[in-house]
């Protein structure tokens, strides 16, 4: 399965929630693939310093995450696209209809309510840290109901 994680600037909420399902898959032996992209992000941007602080926690080196920019084919190849935000999911239905039905919010698909997981941008570390662990309990309740 092919899943894509999505968010505004690729710098935060999608590349940790990229690297913390790739250290679940690989835990758990999982046979998926795993992506993220930003609906404005500037390609190459690196992830921000707190979001690469506290994945250190997690034994998680993000300091060679790259951001992208959304595009077609991300979204064409994705089985499975899951935003960082409501309006994140809006903005991708809006402009490409062929992926309804395989779009959801992160918490929406984990636990059956559209909401945001807070955006931690220019926050301070306590700030990335509790989206981090947001992100982190979503991801392992969407692996639950997996099996």
């Not at 600037?9 to 399902?21: D, H």
């Not at 089985?79 to 929406?108: A, N």
């Amino acid at each position: 399965m092919n899943i894509l994680f999505v968010c505004t600037g690729n710098t935060c909420r999608s590349p940790m929630a990229q690297a913390l399902l790739e250290e679940v898959a690989k835990e758990k032996g999982l046979d998926i693939k795993v992506k993220s992209a930003g609906i404005f992000a500037l390609d190459g941007q690196e992830a921000s310093k707190n979001a690469i602080e506290v994945l250190k926690s997690e034994g998680i080196d993000l300091r060679d995450h790259r951001a992208r920019i959304i595009y077609r084919d991300l979204l064409e190849e994705a089985d499975l696209i899951l935003t960082m935000g409501i309006s994140h999911k809006r903005v991708l239905l809006s402009k490409f209809d062929f992926i309804q039905g395989k779009i959801y919010t992160l918490k929406e698909y984990a636990y059956g309510k559209e909401e945001d997981i807070d955006d931690p941008f220019g926050g301070d570390i306590q700030a990335y840290d509790k989206a981090k662990v947001e992100i982190k309990e979503a991801l392992k309740e969407m692996v639950k109901q997996w099996k």
